[in-house]
């Protein structure tokens, strides 16, 4: 035997065996969508607010802006928003801009806005994930500028995770852009110092109406 196969024979003894890895599970189940999309999304710096009602979810949204002593506010123009009212229903003075045609107005309104409110495309459970969709009424300046990003979603546009998303997401048109958001703008350095809201909000709040848990539709 030469030298060199009695050196990999001991070798070889003195190795354990190896195990074969499990399958790497690209599909997973969660029993509560709701409570694993919170738990996401707080772990990554986020913020979730949960009601039950529409009529909760506009009064826990106006109370958050009192909270922030938000005095000027960007509004997707989005069904959603619109059924919530929050401008006909404000018990103070904010001044609101709800997004139209003119982007030069609405890019000077959200530089200095304190919120920005949209609607949300969907959300995935998984990973804590927002995705807004802009287009048409619906604009990225709105979850980009102002330094708090609200976004509002029903429970049942909460799905599993990006796969099962993909699979059943079947749009009418190509969106302008679409904004996959994990909780609030960070960014780090080389030396790995991270800093948070330098390329975006520093605060993202989720709010979310548990519509499938019996909630007025």
Known sequence: MSARNRMLNRLRRHLRATQHPEPWQ????????????????TAAGGEVIRVAT???????????????HANRVALNDEPLLRRLALPEHAQRPIE?????DDQNALRTFCAHADVGITAAECALAETGTVVVQSGRGKSRLVSLLPPVHIAVLTSDQLTTDLFTWAEHHRPTHMPANLVFISGPSKTAD???TLAIGVHGPKRFIALLIETARGATP
Request: charged share 35%; aromatic share 10%; no cysteine.
């Open 26 to 41: 690209s599909r997973r189940h969660f029993d509560d969508l709701s409570t694993r999309f919170t738990e996401a999304l």
């Open 54 to 68: 529409y009529d909760e979810a506009r009064t826990r949204l106006l109370a958050l802006l009192d909270e922030i």
């Open 96 to 100: 609101w801009h709800i997004v139209g």
């Open 190 to 192: 080389i030396e790995q």
